[in-house]
């Protein structure tokens, strides 16, 4: 699966929690979602470096605070828009791994869940009978 239909693959599986998801298109859509997230952030400390001295504060409030707060309220709103869709991918790439979908609320567990996940989503792909997809 290339880097831009994993993507697609992402939006339109969004409710999808039956089928398999193969590594290429979890780590691709992380990667795509890192790159927003950066995105958002250069946004940010774009705003935030702004030419103001402190002089004028009401300038100060319309051309730094309230883009920044725009900007972390479309990033929130990103956030959670992909909350569903990637519960779902991570569901079908534990599904794909042969691994029972419940292990996702491994990711619960404070500090060592998340470690755990990283690892089951790092596993190669595999049928019923554990055969080994990854080439």
């Known amino acids: 699966m290339g880097f831009s239909e994993a ?6 599986n969004y409710v ?7 590594r290429s298109a979890y780590w691709y859509v992380v990667l795509w979602n890192a790159i927003i997230v ?8 774009v705003f935030t470096t702004g030419p103001f001295t402190g002089k004028d504060l009401e300038l100060f409030f319309y051309f730094t605070v309230f883009p920044i707060l725009f900007v972390l309220l479309v990033m929130g709103l990103y956030g959670l ?3 569903i869709p990637m519960l779902s991918l991570m569901v079908r790439r534990l599904r794909d791994s042969n691994k029972s979908p419940w292990f996702i609320l491994l990711g619960l567990i404070p ?3 998340s470690i ?7 596993l190669p792909s595999e049928d019923s009978f554990g055969t080994n997809y990854d080439f």
């Open 7 to 12: 993507y697609k693959s992402f939006w339109r």
């Open 16 to 22: 999808n929690f039956k089928d398999r998801a193969p």
């Open 38 to 45: 950066a995105l958002f952030h250069i946004f940010i400390l």
């Open 81 to 83: 828009a992909c909350f």
């Open 111 to 113: 500090f060592v869940g």
């Open 116 to 122: 755990i996940i990283l690892v089951f989503m790092c």
